[in-house]
């Protein structure tokens, strides 16, 4: 028997997101029991039950996250047509969901999504400004910019740079606690460190300058220590430039600091941990032509985009989709 009423896969998409048909039921303004038929039908129809049901929540089975990722991609196509009908000559229209980390979001990003918006008036942005992971697939994210490769095989990821963080610091702390000559001098000064994945980061990566032909040489790990630590990297990035100690930034992050001299970086003959930033996409199949063409102006950006001090080379990639 086939699926014979949208509004119920609605309640399967909304149930899986907010963990219990209560949830559900609010979110679609339905009364708990409505929400309850409404699944039990679903279920029903397809022979196969979607979710494993306890006193306290539910949790989805193999064949309930199998429908669950076709049905959100196909509500959002949906959606999608929807608004292309309505608009004028094809114009990009809905919102895009974006997530991105603390510090790239405001000293980067901020700008490039008004220009975005400007070229198109009908896309409203919902950005999330986190260092927190968020899940593109149970948080509704249709763009996340993630540091690394997704853990998740069912994302898809588009790469956009690829960059190197700097070992820096305010002129006013070098000038009260000295320059380090060496990396282990890191370790008699107050580092700034950053709590990732929910673990403090005490020891910095960097790489020796033997690397051939642009190939990254022998790895060194440097314990650090300081005075204080933090989840949101920006806050990170303001402690540095108030003189509170030497941070370890992604380059693309305190660009304007490095030009300005507001941050020196240190130690030039090592080069610091690289690393990827993608545009991860909770699908290749069904992406909206909003979120196409914001992951489209993304690369643009950052393939023109230069980190002073910090050795950077855009990333090319086939456009998702």
């Known amino acids: 028997m086939k699926i014979e009423n949208m509004q119920d896969l609605r309640v399967l998409v909304e149930a899986a997101r907010g963990g219990t048909l209560t949830a559900a039921a609010r979110a679609l303004d339905l009364t708990p029991a409505a929400a309850s038929a409404m699944l039990k039908r679903l279920e029903s129809q397809l022979g196969a039950r979607l979710f494993e049901r306890s006193t306290r929540a539910m949790r989805l089975t193999a064949q309930g996250q199998t429908l669950l990722d076709y049905a959100s991609r196909a509500l959002e196509l949906v959606q999608e047509g929807e608004a292309q009908v309505s608009s004028h000559a094809g114009a990009l229209v809905g919102t895009v969901r974006v997530a991105a980390p603390s510090d790239l979001g405001r000293s980067v990003l901020l700008p490039w999504i008004d220009d975005f918006l400007a070229l198109h008036p009908g896309v409203q942005v919902a950005l999330s400004v986190s260092d927190r992971v968020q899940d593109v697939l149970r948080d509704a994210v249709d763009l996340a910019l993630r540091y690394g490769e997704p853990a998740d095989s069912r994302l898809v990821a588009r790469p956009l740079y690829r960059a190197r963080r700097v070992v820096c610091a305010s002129p006013a702390y070098l000038r009260r606690c000295g320059t380090p000559q060496t990396l282990q001098d890191l370790a008699q000064h107050n580092c700034l ?76 003959e090592w080069l610091g941990q690289a690393y990827a930033l993608n545009a991860i996409l909770p699908s290749n199949r069904f992406l909206p032509a909003r979120v196409r063409s914001l992951v489209d102006f993304l690369a643009a950006r950052f393939a023109a985009f230069d980190a002073p001090a910090a050795p950077a080379t855009p990333l090319s990639g086939p456009a998702a989709g």
């Open 193 to 268: 460190t950053l709590h990732i994945g929910g673990k403090r980061e005490v020891r910095w990566r960097f790489e020796s300058p033997d690397g051939k032909e642009g190939k990254s040489g022998t790895p060194v790990d440097v314990r650090v220590d300081g005075d204080r630590s933090v989840d949101d990297g920006a806050i990170g990035r303001e402690w540095a430039l108030a003189g509170a100690g030497i941070v370890y930034k992604s380059g693309i992050d305190i660009a304007a600091h490095l030009r300005s001299g507001a941050l020196v970086p240190l130690l030039p």
